[in-house]
C-alpha cells in the first residue's frame, strides 16, 4: 500500500470515529454529566455550604410533620390502648363524656313507638339536639357501643324484667327502642299493664319487662299512687307481694331511689296495714332506705338461684334541681342547660352519698351475686338531658304558661330518650 493510501486510511477511520450518532453522542454525554453529579453530591455531604443544604432544610419540615402526624398517632394509640371493657377490672364511673355528632342515636321519639309522651321530648318541642350526641368514655377501658343484634341473641330464649320506679321504666323503654327496630313488624308486641308490662321478640323468644315497684318493698302508694308523701306509709319488712312477679327471671335488673329522696321522714310500718296510720315508726331516710333494701336483699338471697339468674342493681339517677350546684348561679333548675357539666367528679345535691353507701353495704354482704350498674356519678354531669319542660304532668303536655314558669315546671328528674338511660342499657349489654 502506498504512503497517500495509508494516510488516506487513517483520515477516514479518524473520521468515523468522530462522527458518531447523534443518541450515542447524547447517551455518553448523559453518563458524564450524571458521574459527575454522583461525585459533587458526594463531596457535598461533608461540605457545609452544600447546595443540598436547602432541601435538607425542606426535608427536616417533612420530618417534622411526619413527626407530629406520629405524635398524633400515638395519642391514637393511648386512646386505643384502654383494655377491653371487664367489669371487674374496669371502673365505668371513671371518664369522661366525648361529643360525638357522627354517632346518631338507634331511634328517635318518632321512630320508636313505645315511648311514654313524658320522655318524648323533641316530639313535646325540645329544638336544640346536642344532648343525643354525646358518648360516655372511661378512661380505663374502652366501652363497646350497644349492638341491637348482640343484645337480642344474648337474650334469646330469655326473660329480662327492669323493676322500680319511672325512672327504671325509662331504662326498660330505652332498651326496648334501641332493639325492637330490628325486628319484623309481624315478630314483635307490646302488652302494657298498671304495674307489668312486656315486650315481646318472637323470632328471638325473648321478653323486656317492666315491673312497677318504686319503693321495691310494698307501700301504700304502689298502684293507687299518693301524691303528697306525708300521706305514704312503707311497709318496709315485705316484699312478697311484687316478688312474686319476679320468679322465673333469667336476667332481673334493680333500682329505687328517688321516692325515697321526698325530704321528710319515712312512715314505716311492720306488720300488717289493718291499724291504718297507727303502728308506723318515722324514720330517716337512709335508715328506712336500709331497711328496705335489706328485705329485698334477703328474698334475692333465699330465692334466687345465681345459676339461672343474673341480677343487677342500677344505683342512684340523680336530680339536677340546683343550678348552682354546677356553678350556674343566674340558672334555674336544670332548664335551658345544653352542655354537660366538666368539672371532673361533679356531685351535686342531688345524689345522697348516704343512700350510694347503703347500697354498697348491702349488696357487698349478699351471698347471691348482685352487678352493680354504676349509672350515678356518669349522670350527674348530665344536667343538659332532663325533660325540663319538654313533658307531661298529670297525663297532659306542659302548656305555654307552665312552659314560661320553669322553676315550678321543668322535670330535672327524669330524662329525654333517646338519651341518658341508653348508655345506662350499653353499660349493661357489656356486663352481660
Known amino acids: 500500500m502506498s504512503l497517500a493510501t495509508s494516510q488516506a486510511s487513517a483520515q477516514m477511520k ?18 458524564i454529566a450524571f458521574v459527575l453529579l454522583l461525585y459533587t453530591e458526594r463531596l457535598n455531604l461533608f461540605s ?47 371518664g369522661k363524656w366525648v361529643f360525638n355528632r357522627s354517632v346518631k342515636p338507634l331511634y328517635s321519639d318518632r321512630s320508636c313507638p313505645y315511648l311514654d ?13 346536642d344532648y343525643r350526641h354525646w358518648e360516655w368514655q372511661p378512661e380505663d377501658c374502652t366501652l363497646p357501643r350497644f349492638d341491637p343484634e348482640l343484645a337480642l341473641k344474648k337474650l334469646r330464649g330469655k326473660r329480662l324484667l327492669f323493676v322500680g320506679d319511672s325512672l327504671q321504666r325509662g331504662q326498660w323503654q330505652s332498651f326496648v327502642c334501641l332493639v325492637e327496630s330490628i325486628i319484623p313488624e309481624e315478630q314483635k308486641s307490646m302488652k302494657r299493664g298498671r304495674s307489668h308490662s312486656v315486650f315481646i321478640a318472637k323470632e328471638y323468644n325473648a321478653t323486656i319487662e317492666f315491673y312497677w315497684a318504686p319503693f321495691l318493698v310494698e307501700s301504700n302508694s304502689d298502684l293507687h299512687i299518693i301524691g303528697d308523701p306525708k300521706k305514704r306509709i312503707l311497709k318496709v319488712d315485705s316484699v ?9 327471671v333469667d336476667i332481673l335488673v334493680f333500682n329505687t331511689y328517688v321516692w325515697w329522696m321526698s325530704g321528710l321522714k319515712i312512715k314505716s310500718l311492720w ?7 297507727e303502728g308506723y315508726e318515722e324514720l330517716d331516710a337512709p335508715l328506712a332506705y336500709r331497711i328496705g333494701l ?39 333548675k336544670c332548664f335551658n342547660e345544653t ?18 353507701k347503703v347500697v354498697s353495704d348491702v349488696v357487698g354482704r349478699m351471698k347471691v351475686p348482685v352487678s352493680v350498674i354504676n349509672v350515678t356519678q356518669i349522670s350527674e354531669y348530665r344536667v343538659d338531658a332532663h325533660t325540663s319542660v319538654y313533658t307531661e304532668t298529670g297525663g297532659q303536655l306542659l302548656t305555654e304558661d307552665q312552659k314560661a314558669d320553669p322553676l315550678h315546671h321543668a322535670d330535672c328528674i327524669h330524662w329525654c330518650l333517646p338519651g341518658v338511660p341508653d348508655t345506662w342499657n350499653q353499660i349493661l349489654l357489656a356486663h352481660l
Open 294 to 332: 335489706k328485705t329485698w336483699a334477703n328474698w334475692v338471697d333465699s330465692t334466687v338461684n345465681p345459676n339461672n339468674t343474673r341480677v343487677f342493681f342500677t344505683t342512684m339517677s340523680p336530680t339536677h334541681q340546683r343550678s348552682a350546684d354546677w356553678n350556674n348561679k343566674e340558672g334555674i
Open 48 to 94: 457545609s455550604n452544600s447546595i443540598l443544604k436547602a432541601k435538607s432544610c425542606s426535608r427536616r419540615d417533612g420530618f417534622k410533620k411526619s413527626s407530629e402526624k406520629t405524635e398524633e398517632k400515638a395519642e391514637d394509640m393511648l386512646i386505643d390502648d384502654r383494655f377491653d371493657f371487664d367489669p371487674e377490672e374496669c371502673n365505668v364511673a371513671n
Open 117 to 129: 309522651r313524658q320522655v318524648s321530648c323533641v316530639k313535646n318541642g325540645r329544638l336544640d339536639s
Open 14 to 31: 479518524a473520521y468515523y470515529r468522530i462522527k458518531l450518532p447523534l443518541p450515542i453522542i447524547t447517551t455518553i454525554v448523559c453518563i
Open 240 to 248: 312478697a307481694k311484687h316478688a312474686k312477679n319476679w320468679m322465673g
Open 339 to 356: 352542655k354537660p357539666v366538666e368539672k371532673k367528679g361533679h356531685w351535686g345535691s342531688g345524689s345522697d352519698k348516704r343512700i350510694m
Open 271 to 277: 306488720g300488717s296495714f289493718s291499724n291504718g296510720d
